[in-house]
């Protein structure tokens, strides 16, 4: 786009995104990957509590586990929508994000990579019914994430998540 | 006796106060978010600029000496077509991080903080000078080239500018217009059209604003600043430890080609 008014009459002045974006738009991107990977040199920890979001395009699944969970004694948001999920948890600040795999608009793993450089403190994990090996590459792969195997016991759940939140700071309940 | 005669005014006077009432407060919200906007791109501009001065230039650094390796390893074996390929790529990607930081590295990076006095300028120039308010289409045009100037000159802070610019437009005679009634009351229902128009595009502009990569670079970087970090540095630093393994890798292949 130009921000000459001849050339482009709507253009008032130059359109910052167009303008900032065009040559060092990968630069950009690098720094928000290498800002997912950075340990904080005085790392502050995230607000107290033990706060759980959930997002999976399946109510049932959504309703479940967020039953189960506050139940347990965690504070708990959920949403349907995966767009709507990166909004929830700038506000929230959640402990641990737990994702579908596979969902409409931007699936779990283009969420999960969103949050994390949201917050790198957040513990994200993808529920899948990916195999052990194909775990392994995703790890070899350094994805910032852990899964969590599809069918899950409510057992292996609670004593999982109690460990990522305690991992991400939180304090989770007994 | 008084021989003056006091008439009613007539429907028409009626409306246009109306809507030359309604046009007013158009203006001042128009005035505050063309403010806004502009606040918010030059801000932009100045982290990027921040940013690509801090960051990005060890990013083309690390790239140049990657886009090195890269070579020396195609030299060793010229028929290796994946090698070949592979030096071409990063060549590229270097030249094209030179190319991103290259301007950014001349100007000086500081962060925007307009004073209020350039604002309450900005806003007078808006008031005065914005398109939406424009009569006519050559009215429009002259506008709009005026209020990019505007608007480059509050993006650098420069207030004897934006002065000089105001007292420009103020002394041309274009800025002359009609009168009668009817003909204004069109003028003015034209100008809340534009100016609803451009309050709606404003809104989108900085929607979008708030969906660029850079945004989210940024928020996050003020977010680590509350925290008590200096996140650019961080990444600097993280960028440097890369640079000198590069560095490192790029001597031991040298010195191994040499003997």
């Known amino acids: ?174 | 006796m008084s021989s003056k005669i006091n008439l009613r005014p007539r429907p028409e006077e009626d409306e246009l106060r109306l809507k030359r009432s309604e046009l007013e407060d158009l203006e001042r919200d128009l005035v505050e978010k063309e403010l806004h906007l502009a606040g918010q791109r030059a801000e932009l501009a100045a982290f990027e600029r921040l940013y690509l001065k801090t960051v990005g230039v060890l990013y083309a650094e690390l790239d140049e000496i990657e886009a090195r390796i890269a070579e020396l390893i195609a030299s060793r074996s010229p028929s290796n077509v994946d090698a070949q390929g592979t030096a071409r790529q990063a060549r590229q990607k270097a030249a094209e991080s030179r190319s991103a930081v290259g301007e950014a590295a001349l100007q000086v990076a500081k962060r925007f903080r307009p004073s209020l006095e350039l604002k309450n300028l900005y806003r007078e120039v808006a008031r005065r000078i914005h398109p939406d308010l424009a009569t006519d289409e050559a009215d429009r045009a002259r506008r709009q080239r005026f209020m990019a100037q505007a608007n480059r000159a509050y993006g650098e802070g420069d207030e004897a500018r934006l002065r000089a610019i105001l007292e420009e437009y103020e002394s041309s005679p274009d800025a002359v217009v009609g009168e009668g009634v009817g003909a204004e009351l069109v003028r003015v229902i034209r100008k809340i059209s534009q100016v609803k128009r451009r309050l709606s595009e404003i809104d989108g502009e900085l929607k979008r604003f708030m969906q660029l990569e850079l945004m989210d670079l940024k928020n996050r970087v003020e977010e680590g600043t509350k925290q008590g970090r200096d996140v650019l540095m961080e990444m600097a630093k993280a960028v440097g430890q890369r640079i000198d393994e590069a560095r490192r890798q790029l001597n031991q292949f040298s010195n191994e080609r040499a003997s």
């Not at chain 1, 040559?23 to 990957?33: A, D, F, V």
């Not at chain 1, 309703?63 to 139940?71: D, G, N, Q, V, W």
């Not at chain 1, 529920?127 to 792969?141: K, N, P, V, Y």
Request: aromatic share 6%.
């Open chain 1, 1 to 174: 786009m130009t921000d000459d008014p001849e050339k482009n009459p709507r253009a008032i002045v130059p359109s910052v995104g167009d303008e900032l974006t065009k040559p060092g738009s990968g630069l950009i991107r690098r720094g928000l990957e290498e800002l997912a990977s950075l340990r904080p040199e005085r790392a502050v920890p995230l607000p107290q509590g033990a706060r759980v979001l959930i997002c999976d395009d399946e109510e049932a699944i959504v309703e479940y586990l967020e039953k189960l969970l506050r139940e347990a004694g965690y504070e708990v948001r959920s949403t349907l929508n995966s767009l709507e999920a990166f909004e929830i948890a700038r506000q929230f600040k959640p402990h641990m994000a737990l994702l579908g795999e596979i969902m409409p608009r931007m699936d779990g793993f283009k969420l999960a990579e969103k949050l994390r450089m949201n917050d790198p403190r957040t513990k994200v994990v993808l529920t899948s019914e990916a195999e052990t090996s194909d775990l392994e590459i995703f790890r070899a792969r350094g994805w910032p994430f852990d899964i969590l195997v599809c069918p899950f016991e409510k057992e292996e759940l609670l004593e999982k998540t109690r460990a990522w939140v305690r991992e991400a700071g939180g304090t989770p309940p007994c």
